[in-house]
């Protein structure tokens, strides 16, 4: 495991303020026949929901993630 560290570290990041979405293209994955998993939602604990949303606040600002602009994929 550390050779694989040591060998991918350029990639790697070592703090979350390193952390940034990168402009990449868009892919489309063809899953021939498959059809998709479907799974519900895991509700976060009331206690927790305070903390996550800082943290999504966070990443959004740091523009690490982006809002789902797929309502069905928004969890809350």
Do not use: N
Request: net charge positive.
């Amino acid at each position: 495991l550390a050779a694989i560290l040591i060998e991918f570290a350029d990639v790697l990041s070592t703090s979350d303020l390193e952390l940034r979405r990168k402009s990449v293209k868009r892919r489309i994955i063809h899953t021939g026949d498959a059809k998709p998993v479907q799974c519900s939602p895991r509700r976060i604990a009331h206690h927790q929901r305070t903390q996550v949303e800082s943290l999504l606040i966070e990443m959004l600002r740091r523009d690490v993630v982006e809002p789902s602009s797929y309502r069905p994929l928004s969890s809350w």
